[in-house]
């Protein structure tokens, strides 16, 4: 089946610094992919629709210049944090589109910790 | 976006079925039902889809209401690998501009014992 690769699967970096998340469509080409985040305890929220050969679209609330996500291949989408802080501690959640009417299909998830 | 219900938890014992409720009496024309499931430490798993009609794969069946404002997702014999948070989520066709987002509500925690 359909399957999205998500790396790196945790990640542990200091305050201030920047962390690169990748997110590849592994058997299919994604022209449109998902940014999540999750707390704990909580459900996931959508960050950003990241779409291939164009800006990004960001929900209300979301930084586009602390979340920088580029989308240059149908396969690839990056999530970049950058000047990371301790409330940016999450998990971080991809999931593409593949066909019309194909369910989403998810990455296993990014665990950020800022310390 | 068409908002869902579903009770914050339920238990069950194992090799026994499962019905996972939803309500969505809000939900438009157009919208299909999705239920997704997500164990510990990992992204959400697809489950199963439908629009109007009971569905039926490997993992699920997918009960519809007539009127389409509440569904049941079935689980025929729960395993310890079914404990997940489940989420029923109303996704718009493929016409539609918001296709592909999806907006998770806070699930239902299934706890299976053994």
């Known amino acids: 089946g359909a399957v999205v690769s998500q790396h790196p699967s945790w990640v542990i970096c200091k305050s201030g610094t920047s962390v ?14 998902f940014w999540y985040r999750q707390f704990p305890k909580q459900s ?16 209300q609330g979301v930084e586009k210049d602390k979340f920088l996500i580029n989308h240059a291949s ?40 800022v310390t | 976006d068409a908002k869902t219900t579903q009770p914050n938890s339920m238990e069950s014992n194992e090799e026994e079925p499962v019905h996972l409720p939803c ?21 959400p798993e697809y489950v199963i889809h ?16 007539e009127d389409r404002k509440s569904s049941t997702l079935i ?6 690998r079914d404990a997940a ?13 918001s296709y592909g987002k999806l907006t998770f ?6 706890t299976v014992h053994p």
């Open chain 2, 105 to 110: 509500g806070q699930g239902t925690i299934l």
């Open chain 1, 74 to 113: 149908l396969t690839l989408s990056t999530l970049t944090v950058t000047s990371a802080h301790p409330e940016d501690s999450s998990f971080y959640i991809c999931s593409a589109k593949g066909t019309s009417g194909s369910p989403l299909h998810f990455g296993n998830g990014t665990r950020l910790t």
């Open chain 1, 44 to 59: 996931l929220m959508l960050m950003a629709t990241s779409n291939e050969g164009s800006k990004a679209t960001y929900e």
């Open chain 2, 50 to 65: 439908g629009l109007t009609s009971n569905v039926n794969n490997r993992m699920a069946s997918l009960a519809i209401a």
């Open chain 2, 23 to 43: 309500n969505h009496s809000t939900i438009s024309g157009t919208d299909y039902i999705h239920w997704y499931r997500q164990l510990p430490s990992q992204g």
């Open chain 2, 85 to 97: 948070v489940y989420y029923c989520i109303l996704r718009a066709n493929a016409g539609g501009t």
């Open chain 2, 75 to 80: 689980l025929h014999r729960a395993t310890l």
């Open chain 1, 20 to 33: 690169k998340i990748e997110c590849r469509s592994l058997d299919f080409q994604a022209t449109t992919m």
